[in-house]
Antibody
Framework: EVQLVETGGSLVHPGGSLRLSCAAS????????MTWVRQAPGKGLEWVST???????YYAGSVRGRFTISRDNSKGTVSLQMNSLRDEDTAMYYC??????????WGQGTLVTVSS | DIQMTQSPSSVSASVGDTVTITCRPS??????LAWYQQKPGKAPKLLIY???NLHSGVPSRFSGSGSGTYFSLTISGLQPEDSATYYC?????????FGQGTKVEI
C-alpha cells in the first residue's frame, strides 16, 4: 500500500525558512514523479513543484528561486526547502505521487503558517 | 501558463441526479487531464486520469471525456457521499495548473 507522510510544517515568521519532508512507503521514490501541491485556507489547489523521474525539477512562478525540491532515494523521502517565506505561502502542503500524469496518491498534508 | 476554466463554481443537485462539470484549458492539452474529489478537511483523491480513465476503486458512476480544449466530468446517479469539491488539473506542460474547483452540494 502506498503511503505518504508529510512532516515539518509549523508557524514561521515572514522571511524565514522551513523544510518539509515526505516519507514514502509502498513504492520506490527513485524514478517516480513526485510533486508538492498546496492549498491556502479556504482556497483551491495550487501546484508548487515537481521532481521528475530524471531528477529534473520544475517550479511554480510564485516559488521559483525560493523553494527547492529534492529527493533522497536511500531514505525514500522527498523534501521541499522553503526560503524567504511570505504571508501568501501560508497553506496546507501536500506531497503527491504522480502516475499516468496525475496525482495518484496524496499525503494527509502538513500546515505551514507564515505570520509575524 | 495554461489557464483552466472550470464551471460551474457550484451546483446543487438531488440524489439520483446527473451532474456534469466542465473544464476548458486555455490551449490544447492532448488528453493530459485529471479530475480530483476533495472533501472538507481531507486530501484530494484522484477520480479520473488521462481524461477518461477511472482510477482504481472509484465508482463507475464517475466518468470523464473530452479532448483538446474541452473536458467534462459526469457523475451519474448522484449519491450523498459525492458531496465534495471537484478539481480538474492539466499535466500536459509545466507549470501544471488546476481549475478553481466546483462545489457539489446534495
Amino acid at each position: 500500500e502506498v503511503q505518504l507522510v508529510e512532516t515539518g510544517g509549523s508557524l514561521v515568521h515572514p522571511g524565514g525558512s522551513l523544510r518539509l519532508s515526505c516519507a514514502a512507503s509502498g513504492f520506490a521514490v527513485r524514478g517516480s514523479y513526485m510533486t508538492w501541491v498546496r492549498q491556502a485556507p479556504g482556497k483551491g489547489l495550487e501546484w508548487v513543484s515537481t521532481i521528475d523521474s530524471s531528477d529534473v525539477t520544475y517550479y511554480a512562478g510564485s516559488v521559483r528561486g525560493r523553494f527547492t525540491i529534492s529527493r533522497d532515494n536511500s531514505k525514500g523521502t522527498v523534501s521541499l526547502q522553503m526560503n524567504s517565506l511570505r504571508d501568501e505561502d501560508t497553506a496546507m502542503y501536500y506531497c503527491v505521487r504522480d502516475d499516468y500524469g496525475s496525482g495518484s496518491d496524496w499525503g494527509q498534508g502538513t500546515l505551514v503558517t507564515v505570520s509575524s | 501558463d495554461i489557464q483552466m476554466t472550470q464551471s460551474p463554481s457550484s451546483v446543487s443537485a438531488s440524489v439520483g441526479d446527473t451532474v456534469t462539470i466542465t473544464c476548458r484549458p486555455s490551449q490544447g492539452i492532448s488528453n493530459w487531464l485529471a479530475w480530483y474529489q476533495q472533501k472538507p478537511g481531507k486530501a484530494p483523491k484522484l477520480l479520473i486520469y488521462a481524461t477518461s480513465n477511472l482510477h482504481s476503486g472509484v465508482p463507475s458512476r464517475f466518468s470523464g471525456s473530452g479532448s483538446g480544449t474541452y473536458f467534462s466530468l459526469t457523475i451519474s446517479g448522484l449519491q450523498p457521499e459525492d458531496s465534495a469539491t471537484y478539481y480538474c488539473q492539466q499535466t500536459n506542460s509545466f507549470p501544471w495548473t488546476f481549475g478553481q474547483g466546483t462545489k457539489v452540494e446534495i
